[in-house]
């Protein structure tokens, strides 16, 4: 099972595709001389769903090929629309929550790094936990597909949690803090929480997928 273990946090890297895939994107708008600000809502949205989506189906096919479970499309498109439909969901969501962001942080004195890491690891962990149980019920297996979404968004929220506390507390990466914005910290932070949380999630996942395996092997 260990191998299986970190096979499957191995694969957790496509997920990497998709900060390759907007910085491809950021570099063709560039070219284009096209600001991303001014995209409209619906056209963001759709394709945070798309640069995101598409890896995640990557993932879910090699995830589902490594566990022997078929047809192992059917598991990437799963993987991929759940992924892709909560990234892009959760961006418009914070979009429109943005003021009211504001409007709380001058309130209670909230800190932008103590901001960032709320939102990042609450996405990540429900983007990890949706596409868990995408992939359970892809198998038509809803228990299955909890335990998927339980474990992979408490593993994928907690290491982003990690490696962005120990960013700023080990390495001084504080994101809003002086001087952050020359040391490109937001971007630093947030590839090394994506990675971190992908890997982990993954791990995670094929964990529960090779105890559920086993459970049906010895019944």
Same mark, same amino acid.
């Given at each position: ?70 047809? #192992?499309?059917?598991? &990437?498109? @799963?993987? =991929? +629309? !759940?992924?892709?439909? *909560?990234?892009? $969901?959760?961006? /418009?969501? %914070? ?32 983007? #990890?936990?949706?596409? &868990?149980? @995408?992939? =359970? +019920? !892809?198998?038509?297996? *809803?228990?299955? $597909?909890?335990? /998927?979404? %339980? ?49 982990? $999630? ?18």
């Amino acid at each position: 099972m260990n191998s299986l273990i970190m096979q499957s946090g191995i694969r957790g890297l496509w997920l990497l595709g998709s900060v390759a895939l907007m910085v491809l994107l950021a570099g063709i708008l560039e070219a284009m001389g096209i600001s991303g600000e001014g995209l409209n809502e619906a056209v963001t949205t759709a394709l945070f769903m798309i640069l995101f989506g598409l890896p995640a189906f990557l993932w879910g096919r090699a995830m589902a090929k490594l566990h022997g479970l078929q047809p #192992a499309g059917r598991y &990437g498109w @799963a993987a =991929g +629309l !759940a992924f892709g439909v *909560l990234i892009g $969901g959760s961006a /418009l969501y %914070l979009n429109h929550i943005e003021r009211r962001i504001q409007i709380f942080m001058m309130r209670t004195d909230l800190e932008i790094h103590q901001l960032f890491m709320v939102v990042f690891v609450s996405v990540a962990a429900v983007a #990890a936990f949706g596409t &868990g149980l @995408a992939l =359970g +019920l !892809a198998g038509r297996d *809803l228990r299955l $597909g909890l335990r /998927l979404g %339980l474990w992979g968004g408490l593993a994928a929220g907690l290491a982003f949690f990690l490696t962005a506390l120990f960013m700023d507390v080990a390495l001084g990466y504080q994101v809003g803090a002086p001087g952050a914005e020359q040391r490109f910290t937001m971007v630093t932070v947030t590839i090394l929480g994506i990675l971190a949380a992908a890997v982990a $999630g993954s791990a995670a996942v094929g964990r529960a997928l090779a105890a559920g395996r086993q459970r049906e092997m010895a019944a």
